[in-house]
């Protein structure tokens, strides 16, 4: 996955001068927190929403397109966030891949019946044991589906 790509896939992201990073078994993705501000000076919310949700679609739209012979859409489906602590600098978070039992049981699902779920837990702004930011998402993950 590349800035462009993602800027010309998921457009909100060059708004929010979103970049991207590789890690080990993921990503780190990152914003201004000016372009991202709200009123008070703090992260907007909206915008610690769609990094969070853009993370875990990058990470499983990558692994797709690297791992399986047919492209897969990435749908986040269920989204639960808890707002802690303002975030009053630069947005980031980094995404993991689960393990490699974890992921053989969603390539499977995949290569069986084209579908599969899985669950991305994240957190921003972490301090020992106190993070900003805590979220649920799941996504699914489809082969061969067409939208739009």
Known sequence: MTIEELYR?????AAMQLQLQPCPRGWRLSAPLAPNS???GTAFAGSLSALLQVA????W???CDRTLPTHCQVLAVNFDIQYRRPIVDTLEVTVLLPDNVELQRI?????RHQKA???QQMVMGEEVDHPAITARIDYA???GLKIG
């Open 38 to 40: 709200n009123d008070k």
């Open 107 to 111: 390539e499977e699902a995949l290569r």
């Open 61 to 63: 739209q990558d692994w």
């Open 9 to 13: 896939q998921i457009p909100l992201t």
């Open 117 to 119: 779920r899985t669950q």
């Open 56 to 59: 875990g679609w990058v990470l």
């Open 141 to 143: 993950l489809r082969c």
